[in-house]
């Protein structure tokens, strides 16, 4: 079946601008992740979405970031007045609500989306 | 303080062999989840491999097994039989304070690269 897709693949924008990607997870699963991967800071989680519950934004790191999703399925993360710190790759996964992955629930991760600001 | 250690930045192994990369965590939550990734250059993260801090055997999954050593806070990752296809960045992650469920954000390692020598 199809895995996580990710838009735009790659996207270049200039300081002070806003940015919207998109997730779009595997059919069925309810919980949605969002990631950023850079070089001086590794893989940091950002936003969890599960079910109806309230996300845990614990690891968006300023107000300029947020993030919603629309009828359980598709997520949208939003960075408003870019900085060149935030140049990343933003990787979206979701994981599933029953044991068809062995009861680990292993995050599926889709290919990222490569955001550089100039 | 870190919470999962990844020591080995980069790893050399001889194809046919087998090699070990190294992760530590620490947490205090007695339910946690331990797992594998691996990052090829394309960029796509992969799930290997999943223990849980229940689990009384090691996981095995095809050449990948985890070499789980809870008094010490280990998570070792042993690739037997290498293949130069498994030349890519390893990462260790651990799911913490999930509360007995499968979901929750999983915080990474800094990550290992290994390199498949023909």
């Known amino acids: 079946g199809a895995g996580v897709s990710q838009s735009p693949s790659n996207k270049v924008t200039e300081k002070g601008k806003d940015v919207e990607l998109r997730c779009d997870p595997i059919?069925?699963?309810?919980?949605l992740y969002w990631y950023r991967q850079s070089l001086g800071q590794g893989l940091e989680f950002l936003i969890y979405?599960?079910?109806?519950?309230?996300?845990?934004k614990s690891g968006l790191p300023s107000d300029r970031f947020s993030a919603e999703r629309t009828g359980g399925s598709v997520s949208t993360l939003t960075i408003q007045r870019t900085q060149q710190e935030d140049s990343a790759v933003y990787l979206c996964?979701?994981?599933?609500?029953?044991?068809?992955?062995?009861?680990?629930?292993?995050?599926?991760f889709g290919p990222g989306t490569r955001l550089t600001v100039t | 303080a870190q919470k999962i250690t990844q020591t080995q930045p980069g790893m050399f192994v001889q194809e046919k062999e087998a090699v070990t990369l190294d992760c530590t965590y620490d947490?205090?939550?007695?339910?946690?989840?331990l797992f594998w990734y691996k990052q090829p250059s394309s960029g796509e993260m992969i799930f290997l491999i999943y223990?849980?801090?229940?689990?009384?055997q090691n996981a095995t999954e095809g050449r990948y097994s985890l070499n789980f050593q809870k008094a010490r806070k280990s998570a070792n990752l042993v690739i037997s039989a290498s293949q130069l296809g498994d030349s890519a960045m390893y990462f260790c992650?651990?799911?913490?304070?999930?509360?007995?469920?499968?979901?929750?954000?999983?915080?990474f390692g800094q990550g290992t690269i290994l390199t498949v020598h023909p």
């Open positions: 979405f599960q079910g109806n519950s309230a996300p845990d």
């Open positions: 059919s069925g699963h309810t919980a």
């Open positions: 947490t205090s939550d007695p339910s946690y989840g």
């Open positions: 223990q849980g801090s229940y689990d009384q």
């Open positions: 996964a979701s994981s599933g609500a029953s044991n068809t992955s062995g009861g680990t629930h292993e995050q599926y």
């Open positions: 992650a651990m799911r913490e304070g999930s509360g007995g469920t499968s979901y929750g954000k999983l915080t």
